[in-house]
């Protein structure tokens, strides 16, 4: 009898040991299915930030120092938003537009009838936001001595006069080729388009005393200023808005933009707007103030100069 219970037990105790071992292993194989997977690797990338600077020098098409005509008055706004359509890296002044490294190139659309910068699918940035990144390794490896940026949109506040109500009003500006615009909101305000405008189109709101207003008008065809220092050897199209810059160290020298393909981590491209007196109007009262009631007219909207700085 004792023999058997003792038989009994040992058996007992042999199956319990084996139904554990048994369990150990499958948690071991369950634990190796679901082993986390690697942390990727971070692939550095080419980030590019507005910089709007009214100190900047004030070029004109060709690159060169640029004085206000007699009969017009300018003035410096204060920038909200900018808009890009295109951009390129350049390795030489002899680079021709579009053979260079284009990294980005915005939506466009024939819904107006022309081909046009399709304005509902562009990205709206304010200084210091990221408004276009791509990965290093997907940029050709080479020493780039030019940027050049294809400006399509800009917002910012200027000073106005209306008789004897001095105040300050907000412009949505269109300076690209040619833009597609459904509508757009000038501050608080949306307008509705529904067509095609050419380089020009600009929408003016303000508020006095509680009551809003808003206008609209287009520059004439080629005033947008568009400063090009290399446009003897690299032109660029009537009517577009392909600004061009030297690349320049953080030190103010120049300093071509070197990629090897082998960075290891994020570059960065300030690209620095010239906003000095870049608001131009006909002056028909020489007080500084832009006046439509008095028959003043927009002339020149255009960014007056570009710096890329990494």
């Known amino acids: 009898m004792k023999q058997s219970c003792f038989y009994i037990l040992s058996l007992i105790l042999f199956l319990s040991f084996n139904s554990s071992c048994k369990k150990d292993a499958a948690v071991d194989a369950t634990a190796t299915l679901t082993a986390p997977a690697p942390t990727p690797i971070y692939e550095p990338k080419l980030i590019f930030k507005f910089k709007f600077d009214s100190t900047q020098a004030r070029l004109n098409a060709f690159g060169q120092p640029s004085e206000i005509p007699a009969g017009n008055m300018a003035f410096s706004p204060i920038f909200n938003k900018m808009s ?7 390795p030489s002044a002899n680079t021709q537009l579009g ?8 939506p466009e659309t024939s819904a107006g009838g022309s081909t046009a910068i399709d304005f509902s699918k562009s990205a709206v940035k304010a200084q210091n936001e990221e408004f276009f990144s791509i990965k290093l390794k997907d940029i050709t490896p080479g020493t780039y001595q030019w940027l050049r940026v294809s400006l399509a949109y800009q917002n910012y506040d200027i000073k106005y006069k209306s008789g ?18 459904t509508n757009y909101v000038i501050k608080t305000q949306t307008i509705a388009v529904n067509e095609n405008k050419l380089q020009g189109y600009w929408g003016f709101e303000t508020n006095v005393n509680g009551i809003i207003y808003t206008t609209s008008g287009q520059s004439p065809a080629g005033a947008t200023t568009v400063p090009n220092p290399i446009s003897f050897t690299s032109p660029i199209p009537f009517g577009s808005c392909v600004v061009t810059g030297a690349f ?20 960065i491209i300030t690209v620095s707007l010239s906003t000095n007196k870049s608001f131009e109007w006909q002056d028909a009262n020489p007080d500084g103030y832009f006046e439509p009631s008095a028959g003043e007219n927009v002339v020149d909207m255009g960014i007056r100069g570009m710096i890329p700085i990494w």
């Open 164 to 181: 004897t109500i001095y105040g300050t009003g907000t412009i949505a500006s269109f300076i690209g080729y040619n833009t597609n615009i």
């Open 248 to 267: 320049l160290g953080n030190s103010g020298a120049t300093k071509p933009l070197v990629l090897s393909g082998n960075e290891t981590s994020d570059v």
């Open 99 to 106: 053979a260079g490294s284009v990294l980005y190139h915005a």
């Open 84 to 90: 890009a359509h295109y951009i390129e890296l350049a």
